[in-house]
């Protein structure tokens, strides 16, 4: 079966770094996102990873590696505005959207 | 660039009523939409996903005949929830895929909340 697993709930300091991970098993691999969901909006786009490697966008980079499966996201100098539900999804091979359950992410002052 | 909007964002209604949403793609054509729902702290559920001018294809589990999805142009879908039950009570939200942003990005509307009585 397809599959997505991400830690359910993560807390770190404001101002600090902290990695989310994300490990997958899909049939098929056409790409990984990363989104971010307040509570009670919908998800927004943070980064598409197809390639191998790190792509940074400002405080936010995401890391992929196929071969491994993993992928995770780097937030940085996090802010208060930053705790929210981090969602991992890959697209299979029928370009369909497995999403994980996502991370919530508490930032403590 | 890239916006969608849903309405109505919530809505309350009796049970065994019939309740529709409305999905639009504001600056871009959607060649595809899809049609989530969450429940609280969990993840989106796919429910079904549809093309324009074509018949929306549901996920296992998903009565097609209960929620009645339409994708009659490239800016609008509607998903109707008929003879909705409290157990429908969710947050349902849309998305959609075209040209616009990073190949296959689904840029999603904001979500309409069903509260079913």
């Known amino acids: 079966g397809q599959n997505i697993d991400q830690p359910t709930e993560m807390t770190a300091t404001e101002g600090a770094i902290v990695q989310i991970n994300c490990t997958y098993q899909?049939?098929?691999?056409?790409?990984l996102f990363w989104y971010q969901q307040h509570a009670g909006e919908a998800p927004t786009f943070l980064s598409y990873?197809?390639l191998d490697g790190l792509e940074e966008k400002g405080r936010f980079s995401s890391f992929l590696s196929r071969s491994k499966g993993y992928s995770y996201l780097l937030l940085k100098e996090l802010q208060m505005k930053d705790s929210a539900s981090y969602l991992c999804?890959?697209?299979?091979?029928?370009?369909?959207?497995?999403w994980g359950a996502g991370t919530k992410l508490i930032i403590k002052p | 660039g890239a916006v969608v909007s849903q309405h109505p964002s919530w809505v309350i209604c009796k049970s065994g009523t019939s309740v529709k949403i409305e999905c639009r793609s504001l600056d871009f054509q959607a060649t595809t939409m899809f049609w989530y729902r969450q429940f609280p702290k969990q993840s989106l559920m796919l429910m079904a996903t549809?093309?324009?001018?074509?018949?929306?294809?549901?996920e296992q589990g998903v009565e097609k005949d209960k929620f009645l999805i339409n994708h009659a142009s490239l800016t609008l879908s509607t998903l109707t929830v008929t003879s909705a039950h409290p157990e429908d009570s969710s947050f349902y939200i849309c998305?959609?895929?075209?040209?616009?942003?990073?190949?296959?990005?689904?840029?999603f509307g904001p979500g309409t909340r069903l509260t079913v009585l």
């Open positions: 990873n197809v």
């Open positions: 999804a890959v697209l299979d091979s029928n370009y369909q959207l497995i």
């Open positions: 549809s093309n324009e001018g074509s018949k929306a294809t549901y």
């Open positions: 998305s959609a895929k075209g040209l616009a942003g990073e190949a296959n990005e689904q840029f």
């Open positions: 899909t049939s098929g691999f056409n790409g």
